[in-house]
């Protein structure tokens, strides 16, 4: 008899969270995709996120709407410009007006609640520490805590049933080794979406950070990017 | 010059988070509350928690729409029954299906979020792990855990400008010796609400593990209880 193991994954419709799914999905997993309406500027990264659920065959892919806007102080969900066109060394310098103050925290406490509800043990999220663009909530030391935070907040973890862990397959890959990995598993990386600022017709602008690491990430990577800028 | 402190306080509109509100604010804190519409099956917990800010004139009253129902797994957010006039050892023993999935977790960190917004390193949660009902997210072990945890999570904390740090006032006391020191506060209970399963007119049932709770802390106390039971 086979064990079906499941896995909640972090699913954003982008390259990172994409590529994680693939890789979740290779090594077995039944997949319990999970996405955030957070009063994001657009909805594109949902329907990334719905397409990519159907591509890899889910068995649930849960949507919950959060209050991100109301608290405020980030460029992703408030009224301040996204930044374009800043030169590499500026982008991996610092912590940019498009970080969302504990967004990580908020989305990995929920998959915590779902795969308590589940019953399954396995969490996915696609953070990289690389290409690093300045995120508190990507470092490895980050991701440890958490995860034993989450072992001291469960059932599951006080009657010692299931041992919760929070899987990072990116974390060490620069953007061109996720491409590559990604591809490899045969990810078509055209149903993802990266851009912060896109038409409202959803071409991506080419020229936020966002924009910036996928186009160097596929030509460094030597593999066409499928997308199309505006 | 008098430095202003701003502390983030969890608050459901209950006894215990009513009461840590009043410790805050007896140590010179000003007040940020925040409060969940989680699915609750009832809306008297919001309307408690409103009071509750306007007797203690708060700064703000954020109250934030979330999405537990969709998670499903407690009876509190879903359709499975509460359970009624249980044996006191009952109570205390096992984790009870009025258990949310990771809701401290989430709760929690979304006052991290806000927290970073206001650039405040002071968060209030009413927890108490003696008349401890079962819940793994209020022992001191967790709350530890979460603290450190969230000093990786932010900007704040790798710019290591503020040092959170998760207040707890209650984890050590008896549900009498909160009513006790509330009390001497000059909290008025009445404003505050604890019944899992209320009538449509919001009284209390006075038979759920929490309404059972609250008597028995009156009692205890020998202070009367305001509250108006079915």
């Known amino acids: 008899m086979s064990i079906i193991k499941k896995a909640v994954v972090l699913s954003s419709g982008g390259i990172d969270s994409t590529t994680a799914m693939a890789i979740a999905k290779q090594e077995g997993f039944s997949i319990y995709s999970l996405s955030f309406n957070y009063g994001q500027r657009h909805s594109f990264e949902l329907e990334s996120a719905r397409r990519v659920a159907a591509f890899f065959k889910v ?3 849960m949507i919950l709407d959060i209050d991100l806007r109301k ?3 980030s460029s992703l969900t408030a009224e301040i410009d996204v930044p374009k066109k ?3 060394q500026e982008m991996t310098q610092g912590i940019p007006v498009t970080y969302v103050p504990a967004r990580n925290t908020i989305f990995l406490s929920y998959a915590l ?3 308590e509800v589940l019953e399954c043990g396995d969490i996915f999220i ?4 690389v290409d690093y663009s300045g995120y508190p909530d990507c470092r490895p030391e980050y991701i440890e805590a958490f995860e034993k935070m989450a072992n001291l907040a469960t059932k599951a973890g006080v009657e010692n049933r299931t041992r919760l862990k929070i899987h990072t397959p990116l974390i060490q890959m620069t953007k061109s080794e996720i491409i590559r990995c990604g591809s490899e598993l045969g990810v078509d990386y055209s149903m ?9 017709e959803g071409y991506a602008c080419g020229s936020c950070d966002s924009c910036l690491f996928r186009k160097k990430g596929f030509t460094e990577a030597g593999i066409p990017d499928p997308t199309e800028y505006k």
């Open 126 to 129: 696609g953070v990289t520490a």
């Open 192 to 200: 993802t979406h990266s851009c912060y600022d896109p038409s409202p």
């Open 71 to 73: 608290i405020g102080g």
């Open 59 to 61: 068995e649930e892919h």
């Open 113 to 115: 609640g779902w795969a």
């Open 86 to 88: 800043r030169p590499a």
